[in-house]
């Protein structure tokens, strides 16, 4: 790779960093369009690796690149929701099966102190302290690709969940469910604490789910 092509790699990454926290933070509406030119000037480079970062968004499922239209931010689709929340507790449980056994006191009281803040946190950092929380508790499992593949689903399910937080009251109901993981973690009792991850993300995400597509009906 020659400099000028990886310095427009690097452009396209810093690009897509700032405009995924935008889209997933609620600062970028679905629907909104993304002008290349106004993108460009914001982040002071040309057009090409702001087509590069809407490209990677687009692989993400963040963007839509429409035709005769340009790029927009993807709508909220509850389709695309359900299989993020299946894929969620698929790889989640997976994840912490594997972490439990090798989950240490100190690894749980970083979780906890965690959970402490989330509790007293704005809606705003509602998502990522509760991704922080949750890869807090998987990260024992030694998974390199397994806890990627979960932080990435965290990622596409962040504007998902505020909009949970926002319209269901949700914020309340997943900080006792967080505790309850907690506890059940301290006791290294790894039934209950599969059981309660499991609801924990299919209770959300059928609720979720509802929501949207009553929206969309």
Aim: hydrophobic share 45%; with cysteine.
């Amino acid at each position: 790779m020659d400099q000028a092509t990886e310095k427009r790699g690097e452009q396209a990454e810093r690009i897509a960093a700032g405009l995924r926290w935008e889209i997933v933070s609620g600062g970028l509406a679905a629907g909104a369009a993304l002008r290349q030119e106004k993108i460009a000037d914001s982040y002071g480079t040309s057009r090409m690796p702001v087509r590069d970062a809407l490209r990677l968004l687009e692989a993400e499922g963040l963007v839509q690149m429409m035709p005769n239209r340009g790029a927009i931010v993807a709508p909220l689709d509850a389709g695309e929701f359900q299989e993020i929340y299946e894929m969620r507790g698929a790889a989640e449980g997976l994840a912490l099966k594997l972490s439990i056994p090798e989950l240490t006191n100190r690894q749980i009281e970083r979780a906890g102190a965690i959970h402490e803040q989330a509790e007293h946190a704005s809606i705003k950092e509602f998502g990522a302290l509760n991704k922080a929380f949750h890869m807090t508790l998987y990260e024992p499992c030694a998974r390199p690709r397994l806890l990627a593949h979960i932080s990435g689903l965290n990622d596409l399910a962040d504007r998902y969940m505020r909009l949970a937080a926002l319209q269901l009251d949700y914020v309340r109901q997943s900080h006792a469910e967080h505790q309850a993981l907690l506890d059940a973690c301290r006791r290294r009792d790894e039934a209950a604490a599969l059981a309660i991850l499991s609801a924990h993300i299919a209770d959300a995400g059928q609720a979720l789910h509802k929501l949207l597509s009553a929206k969309i009906a």
